[in-house]
């Protein structure tokens, strides 16, 4: 079983609510997957790099595709590579094991010491993808056909699975994961993750852009809201720009930073008050 005593409290650079702490120790203690949704730009992908910081272990990211299949995570057998070195006479074709590539999946099985293994965006590849894993994600081994090896976890990782929510996840593979919604922050815990990035900022700047920012998030027609990410980007554009406070939402400077697609901005231009 897990190390009871390990906690997750945040990173120097990542805020956590308490509910996102408590989930993320959970399913270490109960060693399962933990599957976490959100909104983009609520901090999903970031959330496993502060649970590596924090726990001081070694962060492997399988960044998944519309074309990545569960195999490509255990492993892939470079038949190309061993009929070319065939052709060219290399020594060492008849060793299969040469040819073997681990994948991310198997990297994090490999490892002597425990990692953290972050499956990024699941819900970007094919149906059948999270069903393909129930087995490895389960007893933490898979099998090598060509080498008749198994690979089983010498120490179970720490899986945090990230999800768009683009397409619904197999009810099978939802019963096997810990699951928590990171709701997009409120204008306190905004406040909080804006004090990890910057320091001394002006707070009539501050102020003036963080009721714009939500302001332009809560006009109806806006397709893509704008996310944390871009709203620090934008903190600092209007910094650099030596922007007044006061003209912020009269003029919505450097909109483009913050909004990313034509049709919005021109709702978000009608909608502006001036």
Partial sequence: MADSKMKFTGSRDYVASEDLMKAVDVAIALEKPLLIKGEPGTGKTMLAEAISESLGKKLIIWNIKSTTKAQDGLYVYDTIQRLYDTQFGVEGVDDIAKYI??????????????????????????????????????????????????????????????????????????????????????????????????????????????????WIRSVKGVRKKPSTSELIDWLQALIIGAQDPELIQKELPYLGVLVKKDEDIEVIKKERTY
């Fill in 101 to 214: 590539k681990l994948g991310k999946l198997g990297e994090a099985f490999s490892s002597d010491e425990q990692v953290v293994l972050l499956i990024d965006e699941i819900d970007k590849a094919d149906l059948e993808f999270p069903n393909d894993l129930l087995w490895e994600l389960d007893k933490m081994e898979f099998y090598i056909h060509e080498t008749r090896e198994l690979v089983k976890a010498k120490t179970r990782p720490i899986v945090i699975i990230t999800s768009n929510a683009e397409k619904e996840l197999p009810d099978a593979f939802l019963r096997r994961c810990i699951f928590h919604y990171i709701a997009f922050p409120e204008k306190e815990e905004m406040q909080e993750i804006v004090d990890v990035h910057f320091e001394n900022l002006d707070e009539t700047l501050l102020k003036y852009a963080m009721d714009t920012f939500y």
